[in-house]
C-alpha cells in the first residue's frame, strides 16, 4: 500500500514570494490534516478535511495560507505572502473518517521542508 | 486546555538497554486519547503506540510499551532492548475534545543510542 506522498521534499524561496505544496493521502482515507513543524517543536495542526470539507481550520493563518481539496483526494497548502517565520517542515497526513472514539491512527507524509529567505 | 509536556529535550542510551521518555498531559476532559510518534532525521512521524484513557491495562507493542499512570497524568514511553536504529526524535500527543478532537503534539525528545 502506498504512503502519503508530499512534493516538493525542500522549497527555498524569499520572503514576500508565494509557495504551493501537494499532498496524496492514502487511498480511501477520507480525512486528511496539513501540520506545520517549526525546528524544536512538535507538530501543529494547520487545517484538517473530511472528504472535501473543512473540519477545523482554526490555527490556520488565514491572511496568507489557504488550503484546499476540491475532488476529496489530493490537497494543496499555499502560502501568499510567506514570512521569514513561516519556514518550517509542512506534513500532511490522513486518516480513516472519523467515527467514535480516539482511535485513529494517522499516517504522515514524508514532509515539505521551507526555507524562507 | 489541553497541554503536552515533554520535559528531555535529549536522552542518551546504550544499545540494547532500556529508556523511558517522560509525557505529561493536562486535560479536563475525562475521555481522551495518548499517542507516541517516532521521527527519524527523513522526517516523517511514524505511529508507535496508543493508549485510551479508560484502557486499564498499559499498552504494549513489540518493544514499545506506555506506562500509564492516569492519577499522576504521565504517559511515559518505554523502549527495551535499544537499538541503533531507535535513534530519532519521540514525540507525545494526545486527542481529547471528543471524537473530533485534534492531536496536540508535546515538543519533542531527541534520542540517541550509542553503540
Known amino acids: 500500500e502506498a504512503g502519503v506522498a508530499q512534493s516538493p521534499r525542500y522549497k527555498i524561496i524569499e520572503k514576500r514570494q508565494s509557495v504551493a505544496f501537494w499532498c496524496n493521502p492514502i487511498?480511501?482515507?477520507?480525512?486528511l490534516y496539513w501540520y506545520q513543524q517549526i525546528l524544536g517543536q512538535g507538530p501543529k495542526l494547520l487545517i484538517q478535511?473530511?472528504?472535501?470539507?473543512?473540519?477545523?481550520d482554526s490555527q490556520l493563518p488565514k491572511d496568507r495560507f489557504s488550503a484546499e481539496r476540491l475532488k476529496g483526494v489530493d490537497s494543496t497548502l499555499k502560502i501568499q505572502p510567506a514570512k521569514l517565520e513561516d519556514s518550517a517542515v509542512y506534513l500532511c497526513?490522513?486518516?480513516?473518517?472519523?467515527?467514535?472514539?480516539?482511535?485513529?491512527?494517522?499516517?504522515f507524509g514524508p514532509g515539505t521542508r521551507l526555507t524562507v529567505l | 486546555a489541553q497541554k503536552i509536556t515533554q520535559t528531555q529535550p535529549g536522552m542518551f542510551v546504550q544499545e540494547k538497554e532500556a529508556v523511558t521518555l517522560d509525557c505529561t498531559y493536562d486535560?479536563?476532559?475525562?475521555?481522551?486519547?495518548l499517542f507516541w510518534y517516532k521521527q527519524p532525521s527523513s522526517g516523517e512521524m511514524i505511529f508507535l503506540i496508543y493508549q485510551g484513557s479508560y484502557d486499564e491495562q498499559n499498552a504494549t507493542e513489540g518493544r514499545y510499551s506506555l506506562n500509564f499512570q492516569k492519577a499522576r497524568k504521565s504517559a511515559n514511553l518505554v523502549i527495551s532492548a535499544s537499538q541503533l536504529g531507535d535513534s530519532a526524535m519521540y514525540f507525545c500527543?494526545?486527542?481529547?475534545?471528543?471524537?473530533?478532537?485534534?492531536?496536540?503534539f508535546g515538543k519533542g525528545t531527541k534520542l540517541s543510542v550509542k553503540p
Open positions: 487511498s480511501g482515507h477520507a480525512t
Open positions: 497526513a490522513s486518516s480513516l473518517a472519523r467515527t467514535g472514539g480516539f482511535y485513529n491512527e494517522q499516517f
Open positions: 486535560t479536563s476532559d475525562q475521555s481522551y486519547g
Open positions: 500527543a494526545m486527542r481529547a475534545g471528543g471524537s473530533q478532537g485534534n492531536l496536540i
Open positions: 478535511f473530511q472528504n472535501n470539507g473543512v473540519v477545523d
